[in-house]
Protein backbone atom coordinates (compact mmCIF):
# COMPACT_ATOMS: atom_id res chain seq x y z
CA UNK A 1 0.00 0.00 0.00
CA UNK A 2 3.00 2.27 -0.39
CA UNK A 3 3.86 2.57 -4.04
CA UNK A 4 3.70 5.77 -6.04
CA UNK A 5 5.46 6.58 -8.58
CA UNK A 6 4.84 6.77 -13.15
CA UNK A 7 7.13 4.81 -15.28
CA UNK A 8 10.75 5.14 -15.23
CA UNK A 9 9.87 7.42 -11.66
CA UNK A 10 11.74 6.58 -8.24
CA UNK A 11 9.79 5.03 -5.81
CA UNK A 12 7.61 7.57 -3.26
CA UNK A 13 6.95 6.22 -0.11
CA UNK A 14 4.57 7.27 1.70
CA UNK A 15 4.21 4.83 4.62
CA UNK A 16 7.14 3.50 5.36
CA UNK A 17 8.39 5.39 7.99
CA UNK A 18 5.02 5.00 9.99
CA UNK A 19 4.68 1.31 9.20
CA UNK A 20 4.07 -0.12 12.91
CA UNK A 21 1.50 2.82 13.71
CA UNK A 22 -0.41 1.80 10.21
CA UNK A 23 -0.66 -1.68 10.82
CA UNK A 24 -1.92 -1.40 13.85
CA UNK A 25 -4.59 1.78 12.82
CA UNK A 26 -5.63 0.72 9.97
CA UNK A 27 -8.86 -1.08 9.49
CA UNK A 28 -9.83 -4.30 8.39
CA UNK A 29 -11.73 -5.16 4.99
CA UNK A 30 -15.13 -7.29 5.26
CA UNK A 31 -14.67 -11.07 5.47
CA UNK A 32 -17.98 -11.52 3.19
CA UNK A 33 -15.32 -9.57 0.60
CA UNK A 34 -12.41 -12.40 0.45
CA UNK A 35 -15.58 -15.06 0.55
CA UNK A 36 -17.12 -13.46 -2.90
CA UNK A 37 -13.61 -13.27 -4.72
CA UNK A 38 -12.75 -17.03 -3.66
CA UNK A 39 -15.81 -18.15 -5.12
CA UNK A 40 -15.73 -16.24 -8.35
CA UNK A 41 -11.75 -17.06 -8.68
CA UNK A 42 -11.24 -20.39 -10.85
CA UNK A 43 -9.48 -21.92 -8.08
CA UNK A 44 -8.32 -21.11 -4.59
CA UNK A 45 -4.82 -22.36 -5.24
CA UNK A 46 -2.97 -18.93 -5.30
CA UNK A 47 -3.10 -15.10 -5.29
CA UNK A 48 -1.00 -12.55 -5.62
CA UNK A 49 -1.62 -9.50 -3.23
CA UNK A 50 0.37 -6.84 -4.59
CA UNK A 51 1.19 -3.60 -2.92
CA UNK A 52 0.30 -5.64 0.15
CA UNK A 53 1.61 -3.27 2.61
CA UNK A 54 1.37 -4.81 6.46
CA UNK A 55 -0.94 -7.25 5.31
CA UNK A 56 -4.48 -5.92 6.00
CA UNK A 57 -5.91 -8.24 2.83
CA UNK A 58 -2.96 -10.59 2.76
CA UNK A 59 -4.16 -12.18 6.16
CA UNK A 60 -7.75 -12.79 4.98
CA UNK A 61 -6.24 -14.16 1.64
CA UNK A 62 -4.36 -16.14 3.42
CA UNK A 63 -7.52 -18.35 5.39
CA UNK A 64 -9.11 -18.96 2.05
CA UNK A 65 -6.29 -19.45 -0.73
CA UNK A 66 -3.78 -22.54 -0.62
CA UNK A 67 -0.73 -20.27 -1.66
CA UNK A 68 -0.17 -16.06 -1.19
CA UNK A 69 2.67 -13.96 -2.45
CA UNK A 70 2.64 -10.53 -0.81
CA UNK A 71 4.47 -7.82 -2.62
CA UNK A 72 5.31 -4.57 -1.65
CA UNK A 73 7.60 -1.67 -2.87
CA UNK A 74 8.56 -1.12 0.68
CA UNK A 75 10.23 -3.79 2.95
CA UNK A 76 9.54 -1.90 6.29
CA UNK A 77 5.61 -2.35 5.68
CA UNK A 78 5.93 -6.00 4.73
CA UNK A 79 8.43 -6.45 7.59
CA UNK A 80 4.92 -5.48 10.17
CA UNK A 81 2.94 -8.59 8.60
CA UNK A 82 2.32 -11.55 10.96
CA UNK A 83 4.02 -14.50 9.26
CA UNK A 84 1.57 -17.16 7.74
CA UNK A 85 3.04 -20.70 6.99
CA UNK A 86 1.24 -20.35 3.33
CA UNK A 87 2.78 -16.63 2.50
CA UNK A 88 5.46 -15.46 0.95
CA UNK A 89 6.79 -11.90 1.41
CA UNK A 90 8.75 -10.04 -1.53
CA UNK A 91 9.79 -6.63 -1.49
CA UNK A 92 9.61 -5.92 -5.04
CA UNK A 93 7.47 -3.49 -7.54
CA UNK A 94 4.14 -3.81 -8.83
CA UNK A 95 5.60 -4.63 -12.29
CA UNK A 96 7.87 -7.61 -11.31
CA UNK A 97 6.21 -9.97 -9.18
CA UNK A 98 8.59 -12.54 -10.00
CA UNK A 99 5.64 -15.11 -10.74
CA UNK A 100 5.55 -17.56 -13.32
CA UNK A 101 3.15 -17.18 -16.46
CA UNK A 102 -0.01 -17.86 -16.04
CA UNK A 103 0.13 -19.23 -12.48
CA UNK A 104 -2.08 -17.19 -10.12
CA UNK A 105 -6.16 -17.25 -9.71
CA UNK A 106 -6.58 -14.16 -8.48
CA UNK A 107 -4.69 -10.53 -8.05
CA UNK A 108 -5.79 -7.93 -5.57
CA UNK A 109 -4.71 -4.42 -4.74
CA UNK A 110 -6.03 -3.28 -1.84
CA UNK A 111 -6.19 0.53 -0.85
CA UNK A 112 -2.84 1.03 -3.25
CA UNK A 113 -4.06 0.93 -6.99
CA UNK A 114 -3.52 4.51 -7.21
CA UNK A 115 -0.18 4.21 -6.17
CA UNK A 116 0.82 1.76 -8.81
CA UNK A 117 2.38 2.60 -12.55
CA UNK A 118 -0.85 0.95 -14.16
CA UNK A 119 0.72 0.01 -17.93
CA UNK A 120 3.51 -2.14 -16.83
CA UNK A 121 1.40 -3.22 -13.65
CA UNK A 122 -1.70 -4.56 -16.29
CA UNK A 123 0.96 -6.34 -18.21
CA UNK A 124 2.27 -7.87 -15.55
CA UNK A 125 -1.39 -8.68 -14.30
CA UNK A 126 -2.20 -10.38 -17.69
CA UNK A 127 0.97 -12.39 -17.70
CA UNK A 128 0.20 -13.96 -14.43
CA UNK A 129 -3.11 -14.73 -14.15
CA UNK A 130 -4.51 -18.40 -15.31
CA UNK A 131 -7.52 -18.24 -17.77
CA UNK A 132 -10.32 -16.81 -15.91
CA UNK A 133 -8.15 -15.57 -13.52
CA UNK A 134 -8.95 -12.73 -11.81
CA UNK A 135 -7.83 -9.07 -11.05
CA UNK A 136 -9.91 -6.98 -8.18
CA UNK A 137 -8.71 -3.48 -6.84
CA UNK A 138 -10.77 -1.45 -3.95
CA UNK A 139 -10.42 1.68 -1.95
CA UNK A 140 -12.09 3.61 0.45
CA UNK A 141 -12.21 7.29 0.90
CA UNK A 142 -13.81 9.27 3.75
CA UNK A 143 -15.00 7.88 6.23
CA UNK A 144 -18.48 8.23 7.64
CA UNK A 145 -19.40 8.49 11.54
CA UNK A 146 -22.47 8.09 12.89
CA UNK A 147 -22.57 11.44 14.93
CA UNK A 148 -23.19 14.87 12.77
CA UNK A 149 -20.92 17.47 14.28
CA UNK A 150 -18.12 14.73 14.67
CA UNK A 151 -18.66 14.44 10.64
CA UNK A 152 -18.57 18.03 10.22
CA UNK A 153 -15.58 18.53 12.11
CA UNK A 154 -13.60 15.72 10.33
CA UNK A 155 -14.60 16.70 6.59
CA UNK A 156 -13.10 20.39 7.72
CA UNK A 157 -10.05 18.66 8.82
CA UNK A 158 -10.07 16.52 5.49
CA UNK A 159 -10.84 19.08 2.91
CA UNK A 160 -9.16 21.94 4.50
CA UNK A 161 -6.51 21.68 6.87
CA UNK A 162 -4.96 18.68 5.37
CA UNK A 163 -6.61 19.08 2.27
CA UNK A 164 -3.34 20.90 0.73
CA UNK A 165 -1.05 17.99 1.48
CA UNK A 166 -3.10 14.93 -0.43
CA UNK A 167 -0.95 13.67 -3.28
CA UNK A 168 -2.59 14.00 -6.50
CA UNK A 169 -3.48 10.06 -6.55
CA UNK A 170 -5.45 10.97 -3.69
CA UNK A 171 -8.14 12.29 -6.41
CA UNK A 172 -8.33 8.23 -7.72
CA UNK A 173 -9.91 7.32 -4.50
CA UNK A 174 -12.20 9.88 -4.08
CA UNK A 175 -13.91 9.02 -7.44
CA UNK A 176 -13.69 5.06 -6.58
CA UNK A 177 -11.21 4.00 -9.30
CA UNK A 178 -14.44 5.22 -11.95
CA UNK A 179 -11.82 6.69 -14.00
CA UNK A 180 -9.56 3.74 -14.10
CA UNK A 181 -9.48 1.84 -17.29
CA UNK A 182 -9.46 -1.93 -16.23
CA UNK A 183 -7.98 -3.65 -19.59
CA UNK A 184 -10.24 -7.22 -18.62
CA UNK A 185 -13.54 -8.13 -18.95
CA UNK A 186 -15.69 -6.21 -16.69
CA UNK A 187 -17.05 -8.22 -13.77
CA UNK A 188 -20.09 -6.88 -11.57
CA UNK A 189 -19.88 -6.85 -7.67
CA UNK A 190 -21.72 -6.93 -4.76
CA UNK A 191 -21.43 -3.57 -2.39
CA UNK A 192 -19.51 -3.97 0.30
CA UNK A 193 -18.60 -2.03 3.00
CA UNK A 194 -15.71 -1.92 6.42
CA UNK A 195 -17.54 -0.42 9.79
CA UNK A 196 -15.68 -0.69 13.13
CA UNK A 197 -16.74 1.23 16.73
CA UNK A 198 -13.61 2.84 17.58
CA UNK A 199 -12.86 5.25 20.84
CA UNK A 200 -11.20 8.52 20.07
CA UNK A 201 -7.87 7.32 20.33
CA UNK A 202 -7.97 4.61 18.11
CA UNK A 203 -9.41 6.81 15.26
CA UNK A 204 -6.80 9.84 15.58
CA UNK A 205 -4.21 7.03 15.30
CA UNK A 206 -6.38 6.07 12.20
CA UNK A 207 -6.26 9.66 10.94
CA UNK A 208 -2.52 9.97 12.02
CA UNK A 209 -1.40 7.46 9.26
CA UNK A 210 -3.44 9.58 6.05
CA UNK A 211 -0.99 10.41 3.82
CA UNK A 212 -1.73 14.09 3.89
CA UNK A 213 -1.41 14.30 7.69
CA UNK A 214 2.15 13.15 7.44
CA UNK A 215 3.06 15.60 5.14
CA UNK A 216 1.92 18.14 6.62
CA UNK A 217 3.94 17.26 9.48
CA UNK A 218 6.46 17.54 7.52
CA UNK A 219 5.86 20.95 6.30
CA UNK A 220 4.45 22.61 9.58
CA UNK A 221 6.58 21.16 11.84
CA UNK A 222 3.76 20.09 13.64
CA UNK A 223 1.16 17.31 14.24
CA UNK A 224 -2.50 18.08 13.47
CA UNK A 225 -4.10 15.46 15.05
CA UNK A 226 -3.36 17.60 18.46
CA UNK A 227 -5.77 20.35 17.65
CA UNK A 228 -8.79 17.75 16.01
CA UNK A 229 -8.24 15.71 19.00
CA UNK A 230 -9.02 18.73 21.11
CA UNK A 231 -11.79 19.82 18.84
CA UNK A 232 -13.40 16.01 18.76
CA UNK A 233 -13.04 15.49 22.26
CA UNK A 234 -16.34 17.32 23.27
CA UNK A 235 -18.53 15.36 21.05
CA UNK A 236 -16.77 11.95 21.10
CA UNK A 237 -16.09 11.61 25.16
CA UNK A 238 -15.66 8.40 26.33
CA UNK A 239 -17.83 6.01 23.55
CA UNK A 240 -17.12 4.15 21.00
CA UNK A 241 -18.57 5.46 17.63
CA UNK A 242 -19.47 3.30 14.39
CA UNK A 243 -16.90 4.02 11.91
CA UNK A 244 -17.89 3.41 8.21
CA UNK A 245 -16.20 3.23 4.97
CA UNK A 246 -17.99 2.25 1.62
CA UNK A 247 -15.32 0.34 -0.36
CA UNK A 248 -15.25 1.06 -3.93
CA UNK A 249 -14.86 -2.40 -6.25
CA UNK A 250 -13.14 -3.12 -9.32
CA UNK A 251 -13.18 -6.56 -10.82
CA UNK A 252 -11.98 -7.86 -14.28
CA UNK A 253 -11.61 -11.58 -15.60
CA UNK A 254 -8.64 -12.56 -17.75
CA UNK A 255 -8.68 -14.42 -20.93
CA UNK A 256 -5.82 -15.57 -22.44
CA UNK A 257 -5.26 -15.64 -26.22
CA UNK A 258 -2.51 -18.27 -27.36
Given at each position: MTESRSPGQAFADHFSAIAPAYAAARPTYPPALFRWLAGEAPSR?????????????????AELFDAVLATDASAAQLAQMPERPNVRRRASPAEASGLPDASTDLVTVAQALHWLPLAPFWREVSRVLVDGGLVAAWCYGIQQVEHPEIDRVVQRFYHQVVGP?????????????????????????????MAVDWSLSEFLAYVGTWSATGRYRVEHGADPIDSLGAELARWWGDASRRVRWPLSLRVGRSHRTV
Open positions: RSVWDCAAGSGQATLALYWPPERRLVETGYATLELPFEPVEAPAFE
